[in-house]
């Protein structure tokens, strides 16, 4: 169970067993990587696989999402190696309340002072360390330190910091409150439209037909990938690497590259992949009844 959990929440990434009740562990999720920026204020200061965006703008930062074992620890150093102070992090959020995403965040909130912001679905999620999950609730080695959330947003709100504008689009599915990110950045006389998407992969056990704890959840992806489908963006980021194939677009030391990341194609297959897994499943279930 564990697993099968740590094998699907990890991409399908080489996993490592783990003890009964012990947290799940993939090595890809804990292995270092070197910070970079990856266009204008946006840099990764993640590990190997799970991202985290540390957004910097003249009156703080903003960094969305964590991940497991030391990680506070890891973003911390890589936020200090960019030249930055983890201290002037103002604002805290994540595009959805995983442990492998949001593992660190009450460590963060700890360490940085920033107000920690989470779209009003996902609250819940938070504040009871995971164990609000309508998916993994019961499961021991899905469980986190659980981070008191300081404000919520709804979809289509904007988080503003030192001229800095991000939009929140709620993406539920994956979880009740998942939710994609927006911004605009200048560079080099362009205008790039960036999404930190949080992508509508399914996780083992789940029922998109309708569950007993999620009676939306077949509604809710639906209207998720069709939102997506619709969006028109240039640069292509996401909540794993390889979700959105980092590690085929840059290697450590590669020159900074505003283009790097632009793949409004790439984005768009993956959607689709995804909802063709999602409608596959649904058929699937429709007929077993
Ligand atoms: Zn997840």
Known sequence: MLGKLTLLLGLGMTTMASAQGAAPQNENWTKPFPPFR???????????????????????HILINTGVGDTAQQIRAGVEQLGFKITDTKILTATHGHFDHVAGMA??????????????????????????DFRFGGTAGARFDPAAVDGTFKDGEKISLGGTEITV?????????????????QERGKTYRVIIANMGSINPGVTV??????????????????AQKDMRIDVWLASHAGQFRMHEKYKPGDAYDPERFVDPAGFLAAVLRLEKVYLDQLARERNAK
């Open 38 to 60: 990856i266009i204008g204020n946006i840099y990764w200061v993640g590990s190997y696989d799970l991202a985290t965006y540390l957004i910097t703008t003249p009156q703080g």
């Open 107 to 132: 460590e963060l909130k700890r360490l940085t002072g920033g107000r920690l912001l989470v779209s009003e679905q996902e609250k819940p999620l938070l504040e009871s360390g995971g164990k609000a």
């Open 169 to 185: 689009h709620h993406h539920p599915g994956h979880t009740k409150g998942a939710t994609s990110f927006t911004l605009n950045v």
């Open 209 to 226: 037909s309708g569950m007993q704890a999620y009676p939306g959840i077949t509604q809710d992806y639906a209207r998720t990938f069709l």
